[in-house]
């Protein structure tokens, strides 16, 4: 894509989305499809940021000579031939995805101690709120107080009308005040504190959930936790090349837990002697071997 001198009929990001759709189209006359895997939307490509790219993996299903469906995650710059990551198998990009949950998981002992100095928080803080409630509360009952009196004034003919009419008008916008107080401090710490204990309850053991769901709760769970995954070529990196940008909370939890010396977390090593056949982004995708699609061995 190359500026030219009258303005622009699409956006950017529009081009480049249609320049996806074309690159799925096979030659051979495959239909266009719309494939909704679960993945589909936070996989990026991990050596186009490590050049300062941002480059979205997009799923393919390209059909050889012989009528055989492929399944892959492809760079969108590899099909513009800017970047070299070879096209992905899905079985191995999805197991490298579901490990990458185990470190998800926060330290045991780190999150225990989050949970007692969580609980210590809520009490004082519920402790503050009753207090809070108490004051208001003594308050509304001046406000009470006073409003009666300005009423046995007005009844005694000890004070014009107009003027105890406004110090009611007063009182009661006092009165919205307080309540509002009331209420919002409560909604506020309910709110907080559950949001955070939710949080530590769904990292207790992030990957046999993930493990355990469907491609849909899988789909959620994403969306959760994280808010991109960083992919490079499974065969030849030696730990495991998932990298990711969390949601905020979970990345300030997990910033917390490798703070303290001893709550690091363990690496997996599930993935350090993966091997995989490096894919085309071809339309049409055979490997070297023949037509039957690259599989992944330990």
Known sequence: MYPGRHQPLVTEELFHNVQEVLSARSANGNRARIHNHYLKGTLFCGRCRDAGETSRL???????????????????????????????????????????????RLPDR?????????????????????????????????????????????????????????????????RKRIEAGIANTTEQLTVGASVLRHALDLITDPYALYQG?????????????????????????????????????????????????????????????????AGSYKSVMVVPAGFEPATSRV
């Not at 492929?70 to 490990?99: G, H, K, N, S």
Request: aromatic share 6%; with cysteine.
């Open 213 to 277: 769901s469907s491609d849909e709760v899988r789909r959620r769970l994403n969306a959760t936790f994280y808010r991109r995954f960083y992919l490079d070529d499974l065969a030849e990196s030696v730990t495991t090349s998932v990298r990711d940008d969390k949601c905020d909370i979970f990345a300030d939890l997990h910033a917390a837990a490798q703070s303290q010396p001893d709550n690091q977390p363990e690496k997996s090593d599930k993935l350090r002697n993966t091997r995989q056949v």
């Open 110 to 174: 780190f999150a225990a101690e989050t949970r007692r100095l969580l609980e210590e928080v809520v009490t004082d803080e519920q402790s503050s709120v009753r207090q809070m409630h108490a004051d208001l509360n003594h308050k509304l009952a001046d406000l009470d107080a006073k409003e009666s009196r300005l009423i046995d004034l007005l009844a005694d003919d000890l004070m014009p009308a107009d003027k105890v009419h406004l110090k009611l008008i007063e009182l009661r916008g006092q």
């Open 58 to 104: 997009f799923f393919s299903t390209p059909r050889s000579r012989n009528g055989t469906h492929y399944e892959y995650f492809v760079c969108r710059r590899a099909t513009e031939r800017q970047c070299d990551l070879p096209a992905l198998p899905r079985e191995t990009v999805e197991a490298a995805i579901a490990e990458h949950y185990r470190s998800l």
